[in-house]
């Protein structure tokens, strides 16, 4: 069963740093594009992140530019979020997704084509 699970949040002061890791298992990590999510209450969920499956074409929302960087670690089936110069702006809960064709034909048409997989979040606090 595939699952990803997220670590590293917590509560820091602004401009402090936090360095959030997205595990995944039960599926194959290394072909599939990592993303980095977040939402804050009453607000829609966000796309920060992106990563693609050999560490190329990275994306970042425009807001993290500068401050944000996204790895990853295929062989660890890791994909982690470092993020500095954090601001109260920044709080929210991140959460990891992994989208992809499916490992074989047999989830790639359970998934309908598209398989999406997220983690439970993880909430990081900026302070002011």
């Known amino acids: 069963q595939a699952q990803l699970e997220e670590s590293g949040g917590g509560l820091v002061q602004a401009g402090g740093s936090l360095r959030l890791s997205c595990e995944g298992s039960g599926f194959m990590f290394s072909i599939y594009t990592l993303r980095w999510f977040r939402q804050a209450p009453g607000k829609e969920r966000e796309l920060v992140a992106t990563?693609?499956?050999?560490?190329?074409?990275?994306t970042l929302l425009d807001a993290v530019k500068g401050r944000f960087t996204i790895f990853r670690n295929n062989a660890k089936a890791t994909a982690d979020l470092q993020m500095n110069d954090l601001k109260p702006e920044d709080t929210a809960v991140y959460l990891c997704n992994a989208r992809g064709p499916g490992t074989d034909k047999q989830e790639h048409y359970r998934c309908g084509g598209v398989c999406d997989y997220w983690g439970q979040g993880t909430q990081v606090t900026v302070s002011s």
């Open positions: 990563i693609g499956t050999n560490g190329e074409g990275s």
